[in-house]
C-alpha cells in the first residue's frame, strides 16, 4: 500500500482492519509451500495494486520477480537482488537464504 492509499483511510476502517494490498510483497517459499499456489498469490496481489513482489525459492536458489504489466522475470542463483526503482537503493544480500 503506498503512502497515497494509507492516508486515504479513514480511522474507523483502520479500527476494522482494512482490505489492502501490499505495496511490496515478499515470500519466502519454505518446503510446506505449493509454488504454484505461492506464484498465483504474487500475481494476485501485482493484480490488485502491488508494486512489486519478490518469491524467493531457496531450494531452488531462484527469485521471481513481478512487477504490474510485465512478464515474471526468473533470476538464478543472484547473490543480491535490488528494489529499484520501488525501493530506491535497497538492496536484499541473498548470501545467507541461499546457505540455509
Known amino acids: 500500500m503506498s503512502p497515497t492509499q494509507l492516508a486515504a483511510i479513514t480511522r474507523e476502517q483502520m479500527k476494522k482492519s482494512p482490505r489492502v494490498c501490499p505495496y511490496i510483497a515478499v515470500k519466502l517459499v519454505s518446503l510446506a509451500d505449493s509454488l504454484e499456489k505461492l506464484q498465483a498469490k504474487m500475481a494476485e496481489y501485482i493484480a490488485n495494486g502491488s508494486k512489486l513482489g519478490w518469491l524467493i525459492d ?16 526468473v533470476l538464478d542463483n543472484p547473490t543480491s537482488i535490488s528494489g529499484d526503482p520501488e525501493l ?8 545467507p537464504v541461499w546457505r540455509v
Do not use: I, T, W
Not at 64 to 72: D, E, F, M, N, S
Open 58 to 73: 531457496p531450494d531452488k536458489m531462484q527469485v521471481h520477480v513481478y512487477r504490474p504489466g510485465q512478464a515474471v522475470q
Open 88 to 95: 530506491p537503493g535497497f538492496v536484499l544480500d541473498l548470501e
